[in-house]
């Protein structure tokens, strides 16, 4: 049965082609869950464990947690991935990674949503700025602004323009980023003002390279989750990542 199709000077694979990987791929991680479990007899956890996370989880969130986990399980290899929200529930499903991490999940039928942290939201403006002096700040207030934003496509994008929207707010957008490291560094140049997670900017506001406002009389929360392919047993390996980050299964 022919496997491969030759175009030109690339390959592609045929419908029994993409059987034959899909199917084998599924066979070596049962391969290597087998192993795993056996050793784990003799109290060895060993194991690779895929994970693919958004910039902001993995920078803020994850970067302590994936160090404290590698000494408490030095024969784990902890494969960490930074991807864009839409790519991780594609990889997710399509079984090459083991767990996600994305902001603003969304249900879908083949994926179960573990809830791990809420992210409250501030605006973010350069130590400069007429507003950085203030304490709390209307939401309101924010009408007209020059906006550093997040691309149109991104659940944070997606989310801020659903405030606006309900808080009748029209902002000028100057930039578009598809992540917060560049924002930040947008808002650091007084290009314009942002709304962003706190936790991602707590040690620029510590070195007073930006400055941090609460909204007023209301709160704006950004939900993390973690993403598990419903159809997929995790390894034991994964279960002890989870466990680790007290993640309840």
Do not use: W
């Amino acid at each position: 049965t022919p496997l491969l199709i030759k175009r030109n000077k690339s390959f592609t694979l045929t419908a029994a082609g993409k059987v034959l990987y899909e199917e084998s791929r599924k066979i070596l991680e049962e391969y290597q869950k087998l192993v795993a479990n056996i050793k784990a007899l003799s109290g060895v956890i060993q194991g690779e464990i895929k994970v693919a996370t958004i910039y902001s989880i993995g920078l803020y969130e994850l970067n302590e947690t994936v160090k404290k986990f590698m000494d408490k399980y030095p024969a784990i290899h902890l494969d960490v991935e930074f991807s864009q929200s839409a790519n991780i529930y594609q990889d997710l499903l399509e079984g090459r990674i083991d767990i996600g991490f994305v902001a603003y999940p969304k249900e879908h039928p083949n994926i179960n949503i573990l809830p791990f942290k809420n992210d409250t939201l501030i605006l973010v403006t350069h130590p400069r700025h007429p507003l950085a002096k203030l304490k709390n700040i209307a939401v309101g207030r924010i009408n007209g602004l020059d906006f550093i934003g997040f691309a149109e496509d991104t659940p944070s994008a997606q989310a801020i323009k659903a405030i606006c929207d309900k808080n009748n707010i029209t902002l000028k957008t100057k930039m578009v980023f598809d992540n917060i490291e560049l924002i930040k560094r947008a808002v650091e140049i007084n290009a314009g003002v942002s709304i962003l997670p706190s936790s991602t900017v707590a040690q620029e506001i510590e070195h007073r390279l930006l400055c941090g406002i609460p909204f007023r009389a209301v709160k704006f929360f950004r939900p993390l989750a973690i993403l598990l392919n419903k159809n997929k047993t995790l390894s034991l390996a994964a279960q002890k990542f989870l466990e680790n980050i007290h993640a309840k299964i």
